[in-house]
């Protein structure tokens, strides 16, 4: 089984900044692209951004330049580095992984959220 487990989330002022973090273990083989999403309150899930093993990313347009996705492969961590927070960011943000358990099969993976509220 692969387990995500994020953490970095809380309460931040609008205009700061927060450091999200995913990071999975268990029986992995190798992981292709890792990503953040997020879900606010009556809101569907939408992506927030998300990165290939080679380093590509791509982003909402929403956050474009105010966030920053990364990972690190040997850790298989994924990092989200959120600046310039705006109160429409609060929502429970979801890591999530396509995971190779072996060198044929690939399944896809959720965390179970960390909340981020941003509020003065």
């Keep these: 089984q692969v387990q995500l487990v994020e953490s970095g989330g809380g309460l931040v002022q609008p205009g700061g900044s ?3 973090s ?4 268990g029986s992995i083989f190798t992981i292709a692209s890792m990503g953040w999403y997020r ?3 009556g809101k569907e899930r939408e992506l927030v951004a998300r990165i290939t093993s080679g380093g ?3 982003y909402a347009d929403s956050v474009k330049d105010r966030f920053t996705i990364s990972r690190d492969n ?3 961590t994924v990092y989200l ?3 310039s927070l705006k109160p429409e960011d609060t929502a429970v943000y979801y890591c999530n992984a396509d995971v190779y358990r072996n060198i044929i099969y690939k399944n896809n993976y959720w965390g179970q959220g960390t909340r ?3 509020s003065s």
């Design 18 to 20: 927060l450091r999200l």
């Design 22 to 25: 995913c990071a999975a273990s």
């Design 39 to 41: 879900q606010a309150p």
């Design 56 to 58: 590509s990313t791509n």
């Design 74 to 76: 040997a850790k298989n």
């Design 81 to 83: 580095q959120m600046n």
């Design 116 to 118: 981020v509220t941003v």
